[in-house]
């Protein structure tokens, strides 16, 4: 009688429910098990509203509305107007290589072309679809400036295939490698690594620059590294391909000769262990470069390379005919998509001079997604920090944006919401802008503290531990440690972003100046220690160390970051994501 009972109040709710959301099409069915089941069957009505939804547009718009004639928007758009015009000047000056003189030694002596020029040969775009990555790197370094770290690295299309290209510039310094010139190698060969993207290796290098060996050659991230990441990339099924160019001496023969396939130039790529001097010098023998290691003997008598170009047009599209044969699937681009509401040269205004955005990111982010629409997660819950889901050129990408510090609830909210981005397979993007300080931390509130701390270490275990692709821009001031949950530098990200803005230091500058000169009893020179880390803490120190990738003005984020989930596509066309049995857990 009991179970007759709560069938039939069972029978009872169902129907009550089906009045309340005024469906007349709700019938309650028996199956064999006699247990009540509910049977919907679509309606006429019901039908057309389903078809009309179909072609709707997902998400919420973000008001993202900015009042431009308000004085501090003009002085904020300025401020940042004129850092953009310095990183203009600065990029100018890396594209320049060594200089006039060295640039005509280089055409008219040597008679080869420059490095930008050889990779419009390669590249399908070079102009319009080539991330370069840390241009940057070797400004204003303890031994001097060196553009590009002499070596240009980045990613383009070469027959519709994503490729990476580490290319040396000969024009600064002979193409020597400087320590931040092996840094920048190694950075190009982990992103392959991530990423399965097939890498193209043009020579033209005098080899190390010897007085500071002992800094590039012996330790585990030092210059022999390069040649364990290549065996490395060929085991995982990475192609690779060198083009000789021009000098290839000492350790650097073992690029081409470690590299799946290998073409030389003829009469100016040469490959050697010790250059006719050095022979000269042990044996008293004679010998010319192309003798000791031209391409007739390479291609002839050694087998050290695998195909004779007669030029160096021929020899790239010798090896743009290689990256045909490479088993690599050409992604599929999205097609529908809309541009945000508003203009993305709008972001220089919502950036204060000091570097902060915080009040703003809402309004930045309508200037990013698709569409201006977000489908935010967990709006009313640590508010500090935003979190949902966006379009981006048709790529759907999860977001964690910093709106002022990372609370106890933000870092809980931000650990919840990666593992929903792991458990979907869809990339995480971090715009970062974070600090430690807090606005008080009151006598007593250790608990509190305590709480925080584990809230943000819950986070960045829960980033960490990510297989889905991390993508972090520092858009505003990152100061502490805190920073490290967003996925700063130490934490894997695939891509790492600055914008000429931003800040990045263990702590603020001017406090740590104070501290300093306490701590040492010299007043007298904090002014001079806050000048020092204040120069440390900026974008063009960090990305001149390769800290990040780049330096990148605001309004080109979107389009940056566009390209980086096009090249991320492409490993995922490859290779299916392998669902992990883990469940979300709620922080």
């Known amino acids: 009688m009991s179970n007759l009972i709560a069938g039939f109040c069972k029978m009872k709710s169902v129907c009550s429910i089906a009045r309340t959301v005024g469906c007349s099409r709700a019938k309650l069915q028996t199956s064999s098990s006699s247990r009540w089941k509910w049977h919907c069957t679509p309606s006429r009505s019901c039908s057309a509203a389903g078809a009309s939804r179909r072609g709707e547009t997902p998400f919420v718009p973000i008001d993202g509305e900015v009042d431009q004639s308000h004085l501090d928007y003009q002085t904020n758009y300025i401020h940042n107007y004129e850092l953009n015009e310095q990183l203009t000047e600065m990029l100018g000056v890396v594209r320049a290589g060594g200089g006039e003189r060295a640039m005509k030694k280089h055409t008219e002596r040597n008679k080869k072309l420059f490095i930008r020029d050889r990779l419009r040969l390669l590249l399908d775009d070079y102009d319009n679809e080539f991330l370069e990555l840390s241009p940057l790197c070797g400004w204003e370094m303890e031994y001097g400036t060196i553009p590009a770290g002499s070596n240009v690295c980045g990613i383009g299309k070469i027959r519709g295939k994503w490729c990476a290209v580490s290319g040396s510039d000969a024009t600064i310094k002979g193409g020597t490698s400087y320590p931040i010139t092996i840094t920048k190698q190694l950075r190009l060969q982990d992103i392959c690594e991530q990423s399965r993207i097939p890498a193209i290796y043009i020579i033209d290098s005098g080899g190390a620059f010897l007085p500071m060996q002992s800094e590039i050659f012996p330790d585990k991230n030092h210059g022999g590294r390069v040649f364990y990441k290549e065996a490395i990339l060929s085991a995982l099924g990475v192609s690779q391909t060198a083009i000789v160019c021009g000098s290839c001496t000492a350790g650097g023969a073992y690029v081409p000769s470690m590299a799946d396939e290998a073409i030389i130039v003829h009469e100016i790529g040469t490959i050697f262990l010790g250059g006719p001097p050095l022979v000269q010098a042990a044996t008293g023998e004679v010998v010319t470069a192309e003798n000791l290691g031209g391409a007739t003997l390479h291609c002839r008598v050694s087998g050290v390379t695998d195909h004779f170009a007669a030029t160096e047009e021929e020899a790239f599209a010798m090896g743009r005919d290689a990256v045909s044969t490479f088993n690599v699937a050409t992604p599929e681009e999205p097609r529908d998509w809309n541009e945000p509401l508003y203009s993305q040269d709008e972001i220089l205004g919502l950036v204060s001079a000091a570097g902060e955005v915080e009040g703003h990111m809402r309004q930045i982010l309508a200037r990013l997604v698709d569409g201006s629409r977000l489908h935010e997660f967990k709006k009313l819950f640590g508010p500090t920090l935003i979190t949902g889901f966006a379009f981006v050129k048709g790529h759907l990408v999860g977001i964690a944006a910093n709106d002022g510090p990372l609370t106890h609830d933000a870092a809980i909210k931000g650990a919840h919401f990666a593992q929903l981005c792991q458990h979907r397979n869809v990339p995480l993007v971090f715009l970062q802008s974070v600090s430690d300080v807090e606005e008080s931390w009151a006598e007593g509130d250790a608990e509190l503290l305590g709480e925080t701390i584990r809230a943000r270490a819950g986070m960045a275990s829960a980033v960490a531990c990510l ?74 120190y960090a990305s001149s160390r390769m800290w990040n990738d780049g330096v990148i003005a605001p309004q080109d984020t979107r389009q940056v970051l566009g390209q980086c989930l096009s090249i991320l596509s492409q490993q995922a066309a490859s290779q299916p994501f392998v669902y992990e049995k883990r469940a979300v857990l709620r922080m």
């Open 467 to 540: 297989t889905v692709p991390k993508i972090t821009f520092l858009v505003g001031n990152s100061i502490g440690s805190s920073s490290v949950a967003m996925c700063g530098a130490s934490f894997d990200p695939r891509f790492s972003f600055m914008w000429p803005n931003a800040k990045f230091a263990l702590m603020q500058p001017g406090e740590r100046a104070r501290l300093v000169a306490e701590e040492y009893g010299q007043p007298e020179k904090e002014e001079a220690l806050r000048a020092k880390y204040e120069k440390q803490a900026t974008a063009i």
